[in-house]
């Protein structure tokens, strides 16, 4: 039986890892064909290590690590090729692949429109304005990649506008978002948030506007079926990679994907913040 890794960033918030193992039981129900267990990569446990030594102990010879993150930063560059890496030198008869980020697929920005729409606001409702709020990057080109969700949200509906803020010191603040979506026509303000889990940061977002006349919060993506979804398909497509490009321990290593978004209906983090923020 092959097994997936369901690879989660970890937060100091309790919350955080409960809706990450809530996400991942809807992913079980939809692949009872796989073994399915979580992992985090800081600040909560299990740890990726942990994980892997138990299913190599378990016999499973064909291991794949899905990241649900939203973004390719530090952790997908860097942090879990290493712990792999590491894990292919003491079990090098196991493969042990690492797919692909979540990205902005397709699956998870209707997914985001799902949560506006269970807030009361229609899709077709010129008065209303979404402030997509996401974490922020010192990195400024993963700003602008993540600043284009907003206008991918927005795709298709009648809103007035959609924009996408940021928790930490990036331009703009919610606060500056809700200003601009006013200026834009919309009397009604839907706060989204860009996060798989909630946590400090998502609780900044809402402090920051508490107050504000009209303004509600969407849910986190969280449990959302688009997100069992995308993470199965992330699967499927590093083992498809993995099969192509052969059985050695070196292809198996580089048997990930780009993201592909495809039609379904239902950010990089900055690194010295993570572990007091989230």
Request: proline content about 6%; glycine content about 6%.
């Amino acid at each position: 039986m092959s097994a997936l890794i369901a690879v989660a960033h970890g937060s100091r918030d309790p919350r955080s890892g409960a809706m990450i193992h809530r996400a991942v039981d809807v992913l079980r129900r939809r692949r009872p064909d796989l073994e399915v267990r979580v992992a985090f990569l800081d600040l909560t446990e299990p740890g990726v290590e942990q994980v892997v030594e138990q299913l190599t102990a378990a016999g499973h010879e064909r291991v794949v690590a899905v990241p649900m993150l939203l973004g390719k930063a530090f952790h997908a560059k860097v942090d879990l090729p290493a712990l792999l890496d590491s894990a292919r030198t003491r079990h090098p008869r196991v493969s042990i692949v690492q797919a692909d980020v979540l990205g902005d697929d397709t699956l998870l920005i209707d997914a985001v429109r799902d949560r506006i729409t269970d807030t009361g606001a229609a899709l077709n409702d010129p008065t209303v304005g979404i402030a997509l709020a996401a974490v922020g990057s010192s990195v400024a080109p993963a700003n602008q990649r993540t600043r284009v969700i907003a206008e991918k949200l927005q795709a298709g509906t009648g809103w007035a506008g959609a924009v996408t803020c940021f928790a930490t010191s990036v331009s703009p603040s919610p606060t500056d978002a809700v200003a601009q979506l006013r200026s834009m026509g919309a009397d009604r303000i839907v706060v989204a948030p860009w996060f798989l889990a909630p946590g400090l940061l998502t609780d900044r977002i809402e402090a920051s506007v508490a107050g504000l006349p009209n303004v509600v919060h969407a849910e986190v993506i969280g449990a959302h079926p688009a997100l069992a979804d995308l993470v199965s398909r992330r699967y499927e497509s590093a083992v498809s990679m993995g099969r192509s490009a052969g059985s050695t321990p070196a292809a198996r290593a580089v048997a990930t994907q780009e993201p592909n978004a495809l039609p379904h209906r239902f950010n990089e983090p900055v690194r010295q913040q993570s572990h007091r923020d989230r």
